[in-house]
C-alpha cells in the first residue's frame, strides 16, 4: 500500500523555520521524483520545490529560492522541506508528492499545516 505520511508542520512566528518530512512507503522510492507543493486558502496547488531521483533539484517560485532547502534521504524513504525566514504568506497546507512518469505514477500524501502567524 503506498502511503506519503508528511509531519513537522505547524504553528510558528514570522521569521522563524521548520523542517517538513515527508515518510514514503509501499514503493521503491529512490526511484521516484519528489516535490513538495503547497495549497493557501482561496488559491491554487503550486510547486514549492523538486528533487529528481537523481538528486538534482529544481526550485519553484523566487519567493522561495534561497529561503527553502528540499532534500532526499533514500536509505530513509524520507524527502525534508527545510524551511527558513517563514513569512506569513507561506501559510499553507504542504503536501509531499512522488511521481514516476515512465510508470504513470502519481502519488500525494495527505499535507500538513503551517501557520506562520505572530
Known amino acids: 500500500q503506498v502511503q506519503l505520511v508528511e509531519s513537522g508542520g505547524g504553528l510558528v512566528q514570522p521569521g522563524g523555520s521548520l523542517r517538513l518530512s515527508c515518510a514514503a512507503s509501499?514503493?521503491?522510492?529512490?526511484?521516484?521524483?519528489m516535490s513538495w507543493y503547497r495549497q493557501a486558502p482561496g488559491k491554487e496547488r503550486e510547486l514549492v520545490a523538486r528533487?529528481?531521483?537523481?538528486?538534482?533539484?529544481?526550485a519553484a517560485a523566487d519567493s522561495m529560492k534561497g529561503r527553502f532547502t528540499i532534500s532526499r534521504d533514500n536509505a530513509k524513504s524520507t524527502v525534508y522541506l527545510q524551511m527558513s525566514s517563514l513569512k506569513p504568506e507561506d501559510t499553507a497546507v504542504y503536501y509531499c508528492?512522488?511521481?514516476?512518469?515512465?510508470?504513470?505514477?502519481?502519488?500525494w500524501g495527505q499535507g500538513t499545516q503551517v501557520t506562520v502567524s505572530s
Open positions: 508528492n512522488a511521481v514516476w512518469s515512465a510508470a504513470g505514477h502519481n502519488f
Open positions: 528533487i529528481t531521483s537523481s538528486g538534482a533539484v529544481t
Open positions: 509501499g514503493f521503491t522510492f529512490s526511484m521516484y521524483r
